[in-house]
């Protein structure tokens, strides 16, 4: 088995960097990668502190990004997104600003489209099988209650 060498302060702040210039990455990355080259407490405040002020490490920056890949990529709703930022340590007002730059008629329309999608998947179902098939489906993917119901209904219309 071998042991991890160290960095120096200078060498993580360097390497660091790099790691938040590649993508957005919200503080607890961040902190737990500095932890991992065998930093302490103190000198992983001050780099920290050093990124957020040469602008490395923006938390709104990061839920604003976040939100949007897993939107558009994944099309994950707002509760789920909302959920994932919160286990990343990202502070509810930063959650809010991110959560409000989706679009909300695309986010409908998206919607609309997974829903349609998993109804036609669900063709051989009886009806309440594949309404209660879709809303699980819808619910699991993050997207609330009544526009569940909202979208399930307008496929039926």
Partial sequence: MYSKKSLTPDQAFQKI????????????EVTEKL?????????VEIILTNLIEENYLNEERFAIAFAGGKFRMKQWGRVKIKYDLKQ????SFCITVALKEIDEETYLLTLQSVANKKWDNL????????RAKTTAYLLQKGFEQPLIAAAIAAIRA
Avoid at 123 to 130: A, F, I, P, T, V
């Fill in 17 to 28: 960097k790099q790691f938040c210039a590649y993508q957005e990455r919200c503080h607890t």
């Fill in 35 to 43: 932890y991992g080259y065998g930093l302490y407490k103190k000198e």
């Fill in 88 to 91: 990343k340590g990202v502070s």
């Fill in 123 to 130: 063709k051989g179902e009886q009806y309440l099988n594949r």
